[in-house]
């Protein structure tokens, strides 16, 4: 985490899509991997001196097949934490308007994977993790899965945008 260049939301190719460093969280349902199954990649870069995010994410397929992606300017970002809760935001919402059912997040944020994870927000995230949880793994959730958060260490696969 930290402040680190901006990524590259120009570049079209296939994001590396390793399997996940670390399964966290196991959602209401507990299926095995199917093809409706869409792999969802967060990152977020963080601008102390101005506090603003840059925040993208992009899904693909099972098969590593890109099916879409977003990004998004946000101002006002309070720590690179914030922004990478935000990215993931951004990302479930996006998920929900292209109507996808099934969805599995992955994250190079070790903090913020843990403490969705554990359900345990931070006063300064509150309300935004509490957002993804609601978006997530409520009864009123537009997902029929949402099937984990997985940690994917940098390297691995969130350098592709």
Known sequence: MGERPAPSYQHKHTPSLRPPHQHL???REDSPLNNQEIYCNT????ISTSRTAGLAWIFSDRNQMELDRGS???TAVTSPYMGEALAIR????HAASQNYSTICIRS???VLVQAISSRRH???????????DAISFSASSPFDCC???SLIPYCFGLNSF
């Open 90 to 93: 951004e990302a479930l919402l």
């Open 25 to 27: 969280h196991r959602s």
């Open 72 to 74: 998004k300017v946000q």
């Open 147 to 149: 099937k984990s958060l």
């Open 122 to 132: 931070t006063t300064e995230l509150y309300g935004v993790l509490s957002d993804i």
């Open 108 to 110: 190079d944020s070790q």
């Open 43 to 46: 990152d977020a870069s963080w």
